[in-house]
């Protein structure tokens, strides 16, 4: 039997058109340094390229600070911690810290040290944000759902626990921000880096707005809260992206509400539907 030549042609064309399509795409690799990591029972997902812009990523640099090697410096204010190596080295983190008024201040030490630490709420959060943290009054285990993170150092002052901690975090996209409950919080890959640094009765240092800004320069909110460079002429485009981003916001919230009183509503019409059925059935 002779195969029909338009036949012929029409399964070339098919074959051609499949070899030829694009190839779903591939998520990028992930930054050096920030790979997931099998932490014992845990398997700490990668960090996102996203959250890793800039200067972001851990790296060793210039330090021009007086503290001797050994030291943790904070700068709530560029949102920085730094690990002092000596001989004007310093390792730097990117970090999230307390919200005004909740930040730590002064200078500290580690008083203890814990590898996936549990956690329990202090006594002030659920009193301020019982509504948030009652449930959890009892104690969290360590995990990978507790806000700890993989690992945390406890700051003392003057022989005391100061319930400030440094650790590591679940929320990625919180790097950066100051919107913590007051504690100092790293990418879990960063706190098992600076954890494996760290000796008990390491000093704590955190930098007032005078040294920060002598040190690390001005800095200044991105329109998602994250601290960059100032930059004076991003001032207005900051602004115009955060008003983007506040009605977005607003108009997920109100599309979340419909959609929940459309449930709510299709839920009611079942059960008076229900309920009129058997009326008339009875």
Same mark, same amino acid.
Not at 5 to 10: E, K, N, Y
Not at 64 to 72: L, R, S, V
Not at 236 to 244: C, G, P, Q
């Given at each position: 039997?002779? #195969? &029909? #030549?338009? @036949? !012929?042609?029409?399964?070339i064309a098919v074959l051609f058109l499949a070899a030829c399509a694009a190839k779903p795409m591939e998520p990028p690799p992930p930054v050096p340094g920030y790979e997931e !990591?099998?932490? *014992?029972?845990?398997l700490i997902q990668a960090v996102d390229a996203k959250h890793l812009q800039g200067t972001t990523p851990r790296s060793e640099v210039d330090y021009? *600070? #007086?503290?001797? $090697?050994?030291? /943790?410096v904070v700068d709530t204010h560029s949102r920085r911690l730094y690990y002092v190596l000596g001989e004007g080295k310093a390792m730097r983190y990117a970090i999230a810290v307390g919200r005004e008024g909740l930040a730590f201040h002064g200078s500290g030490h580690v008083g203890r040290k814990e590898e996936w630490p549990s956690w329990t709420p202090t006594a002030n959060m659920l009193r301020t944000q019982g509504d948030t943290y @009652?449930?959890?009054? *009892?104690?969290? #285990?360590?995990?990978?759902s507790n806000p700890l993170g993989a690992r945390a150092l406890y700051l003392y002052r003057g022989g005391r626990d100061t319930y400030f @901690? /440094?650790? *590591?975090?679940?929320? &990625?996209?919180? /790097?950066? @921000?100051a919107t913590s409950a007051g504690c100092i919080r790293l990418f879990n890959q960063d706190a098992i880096d600076l954890y494996n640094r760290v000796k008990l009765g390491t000093t704590v240092k955190v930098r007032g707005l005078e040294e920060s800004l002598a040190l690390d320069g001005r800095f200044m909110d991105d329109a998602r809260g994250r601290a960059i460079p100032y930059d004076e002429t991003m001032i207005?485009? /900051? $602004?115009?992206?955060?008003?983007?981003l506040e009605a977005q916001m607003a108009a997920d919230a109100a599309a979340e509400a419909a959609a929940a009183d459309a449930a709510a509503a299709a839920e009611q019409a079942a059960a008076d539907a229900a309920i009129a059925s058997g009326a008339v059935q009875g």
């Open positions: 039997m002779i #195969p &029909n #030549p338009s @036949r !012929v042609l029409s399964l !990591v099998q932490d *014992g029972e845990f021009a *600070g #007086p503290e001797k $090697a050994g030291t /943790i @009652r449930e959890y009054a *009892g104690g969290l #285990p360590g995990g990978l @901690r /440094i650790h *590591g975090t679940i929320d &990625n996209a919180s /790097i950066g @921000r207005e485009k /900051i $602004a115009e992206e955060r008003a983007a």
